[in-house]
T-cell receptor
Framework: GDSVTQMEGPVTLSEEACLTI???????????LFWYVQYPGEGLQLLLK?????DKGSNKGFEATYRKETTSFHLEKGSVQVSDSAVYFC???????????FGKGTTLSVSS | ETGVTQTPRHLVMGMTNKKSLKCEQH?????MYWYKQSAKKPLELMFV???????ENNSVPSRFSPECPNSSHLFLHLHTLQPEDSALYLC??????????????FGPGTRLLVL
């Protein structure tokens, strides 16, 4: 069945460091891909999304490119801030279009 | 402001209690979802409602009973829960068009503790 695999965390970085969180997926068809972020004590918020191959989603300095050939959707940011500390979830839409399938989440901790 | 609200934000209940979680979306969406988020476990999809009909139920124990009276409201009725049911319960909504899953918008969650 469809699934999402994210790199295990936690990821600990210093402020202004580069970030990459890997995400690969297994799916039939052409799912939409998403990155969600969860700040402490809150629900999930959409960070960015891509709906077809080679699309690049971007928001708040974060980027991810839908790579069909490698079935990946890695999240990147050139310079992280302390305020980026959160849990990041990669997700894809299931084939039936009825739900999202989430990865396990990657905790990012940024120190000043 | 995400457009999806959940009440209560925190709930403590005994194993013999009956309580309900409420979710309301103000986005005009046609699908709503319940998720369970436990520490160190993946986000678990519990129920999906599309156009007020339950379309997915991921083998959730019968002590959890969802209700969707209209497209804007979703409830999760709880009875005789177990301590392992303690978790963050998240509600979400989305617009589903021609079988395509659009972005889901989440509420802040209800933090449930079962004693």
């Amino acid at each position: 069945g469809d699934s999402v695999t994210q790199m295990e965390g936690p990821v600990t970085l210093s402020e202004e460091a580069c970030l990459t969180i890997n995400c690969t997926y297994t799916a039939t068809g052409y799912p939409s891909l998403f990155w969600y972020v969860q700040y402490p004590g809150e629900g999930l918020q959409l960070l960015l999304k891509a709906t077809k191959a080679d699309d690049k989603g971007s928001n708040k300095g974060f980027e991810a490119t839908y790579r069909k050939e490698t079935t990946s959707f890695h999240l990147e940011k050139g310079s992280v801030q302390v305020s980026d500390s959160a849990v990041y979830f990669c997700a894809l839409s299931n084939q039936a279009g009825t739900a999202l399938i989430f990865g396990k989440g990657t905790t990012l901790s940024v120190s000043s | 402001e995400t457009g999806v609200t959940q009440t209560p934000r925190h709930l403590v209940m005994g194993m013999t209690n009956k309580k309900s979680l409420k979710c309301e979306q103000h986005l005009g969406h046609n699908a709503m979802y319940w998720y369970k988020q436990s520490a160190k476990k993946p986000l678990e999809l519990m129920f999906v409602y599309s156009l007020e009909e339950r379309v997915e139920n991921n083998s959730v124990p019968s002590r959890f009973s969802p209700e969707c009276p209209n497209s804007s409201h979703l409830f999760l009725h709880l009875h005789t829960l177990q301590p392992e049911d303690s978790a963050l319960y998240l509600c979400a909504s989305s617009q589903v068009l021609a079988g395509n899953q659009e972005t889901q918008y989440f509420g802040p969650g209800t933090r449930l503790l079962v004693l």
